[in-house]
């Protein structure tokens, strides 16, 4: 979902040049990338007979604040119902999923990538990039500047405290766990 963006002769332009569908709604750009980009098959509903019947055909879709950084996108899952708050960040190097009903506050960070530690194996730019896959269960609750990094696993029903670090590679914190440290 991008916002009205001051100017409106561009999106003609990229409509065309990047073979991409933009819907107009109440003031609010909607891209659709087709099939070929995304992979997924399934075609847009046709538009229905009111705007409040044409919310309901969404009604069960990921709701996302702009802005949303995204490494690629290519790599990223969401469930039914998520809801991401504005300035998230995702760097999808690695496949990241969030399970249905998940909630992420703002400022939410899911780095699923990384670079060695050896600054001569890093070698800046030129150096490999490497993760792990971040996997978010189902109705989870990621509070304000929560970051998880590479490789994690948060369980079903668990709540991260605003401002935390979440480490622990390959940790499934239990379903009820509310966690507000600073690093878990």
């Known amino acids: 979902m991008l916002h009205k963006p001051a100017s409106t002769h561009i999106l003609p332009y990229l409509s065309s040049q990047l073979e991409i569908h ?74 990241v999923t969030i399970g249905a009903r998940t909630l992420l506050a703002s400022n939410v960070s899911l780095y699923s990538g990384t670079h060695p530690l050896d600054p001569d194996v890093r070698n800046g730019t030129q150096g490999p990039e ?33 401002g935390s670090v979440v480490t622990k590679v390959g940790g499934i914190l239990p379903i009820g766990d509310v966690s507000s440290s600073n690093s878990i």
Request: a negative charge.
């Open 130 to 162: 490497m993760g792990g896959e971040i996997h978010i269960g189902e109705d989870c609750w990621l509070g304000g500047n929560v970051i998880v990094l590479p490789g994690v696993t948060i369980g079903r029903g668990c709540t991260i405290g605003a």
């Open 22 to 95: 933009i819907l107009k709604t109440y003031n609010t750009y909607f891209i659709f990338y087709p099939a070929s980009i995304t992979g997924d098959p399934t075609p847009l509903p046709p538009p229905a007979a009111t705007s409040e019947a044409d919310e309901e055909l969404f009604a069960q879709d990921a709701w996302v604040e702009a802005p949303i950084h995204i490494d690629y996108g290519t790599n990223l899952e969401l469930g039914k119902n998520v809801f991401i708050n504005f300035n998230c960040t995702i760097l999808d190097t690695c496949k």
